[in-house]
């Protein structure tokens, strides 16, 4: 009689490709994210996600998921993180088509000023709004910032949105 030896847990992939969902655990749940783009444009911004809504016990349907809006995108050091088994890759799904194009990001110069002037940028170049000739819709643009594992959590734990005030 062979002596059964256990299996062996499948090597988790730590190479992103576009459409990874990234699981990330916070202190309430289980949330996730996209990955949807990759800006190697100097200056190099790395690897885009959006960060999708809800915090979960369990892993939920994921397809339905990313077809859901984002509560919001950030850049952010996908493969390193992968690579140190940080985050994990638990999926790869379509990124939905209104989800291909670069987003416009925002920024802004002085923080402490929340009417502006913004700067806002599509990837390639990037041009000043001031509060009265800026669109609506474009409150809730990105930040144009690189964030780590570790801001990354405390502010999907904290519910955090594009329309709070600049932190």
């Known amino acids: 009689m062979a002596h059964l030896m256990p299996r062996k847990r499948p090597e988790e992939r730590v190479t992103p ?3 990874d969902v990234i699981e990330i655990e916070v202190p309430s749940g289980l949330a996730y994210a996209q990955y949807t783009h990759e800006h190697r444009d100097p200056p190099r ?3 885009l996600i959006r960060v999708l809504p809800g915090v979960y016990e369990r892993q939920p349907d994921l397809a339905a998921l990313v077809e859901t809006e984002e509560r919001f995108r950030v850049f952010f050091p996908l493969h390193a993180t992968l690579r140190r088994r940080i985050f ?6 379509s990124v939905p088509p209104r989800k291909w194009p670069f987003p416009i990001f925002r920024s802004q110069s002085r923080p402490e000023l929340s009417s502006g002037p913004w700067w806002y940028w599509d990837g390639r170049r990037e041009w000043r ?3 009265w000739r800026r669109k609506p819709e474009w ?3 990105a930040l144009n910032e690189i964030w780590n594992d570790t801001l990354l959590v405390e502010r999907i734990e904290a519910r955090w949105s594009p329309d709070d005030p600049v932190m």
């Open 139 to 141: 409150r809730r643009r």
């Open 45 to 47: 911004m790395g690897s």
């Open 88 to 93: 994990r890759i638990v999926s790869n799904e």
């Open 129 to 131: 709004e001031t509060w």
């Open 17 to 19: 490709r576009i459409g």
